[in-house]
């Protein structure tokens, strides 16, 4: 029923920034929050980031708030990671994910839809 887009992943050095795009489609009016999720090798999954649509307040894991940034687009059911300051343990696949209820935001049972993935390596 919705359908997520990642892109902008890439290889960059540490101290520098990125940017992440999550593109939404399908029954978007569903969703509740747009969030950010990532997975390094080895490692399980963890929250990022969250955006919810009734809130222009974003919530941040505490190993990237004051780095990373969230920005919506809410013509065009698009949100935005902006990384800066990138660490070497931020090297992960990035997902978005989208909840289609008001549920814990930084838990990933909570979100119903996934997107493919896109890969952030951060290099010294």
């Known amino acids: 029923q919705v359908q997520l887009v990642e892109s902008g992943g890439g290889s960059v050095q540490a101290g520098t920034s990125l940017r992440l795009s999550c593109a939404a489609s399908?029954?978007?009016?569903?969703?509740?929050?747009l969030s950010w999720f990532r997975q390094a090798p080895g490692k399980e999954r963890e929250f990022v980031a969250a955006?919810?649509?009734?809130?222009?307040?974003?919530r941040y894991s505490d190993s990237v708030k004051g780095r990373f940034t969230l920005s919506r687009d809410n013509a065009k059911n698009t949100v935005y990671l902006q990384m800066n300051s990138l660490k070497l343990e931020d090297t992960a696949d990035y997902y978005c994910?989208?909840?289609?209820?008001?549920?814990?935001?930084?838990?990933?049972?909570?979100?119903?839809?996934w997107g493919q993935g896109t890969q952030v390596t951060v290099s010294s």
């Open positions: 994910a989208a909840s289609i209820y008001n549920g814990a935001y930084n838990q990933s049972g909570t979100y119903s839809y």
């Open positions: 399908g029954r978007t009016f569903n969703i509740y929050t």
């Open positions: 955006s919810p649509w009734s809130d222009d307040a974003s």
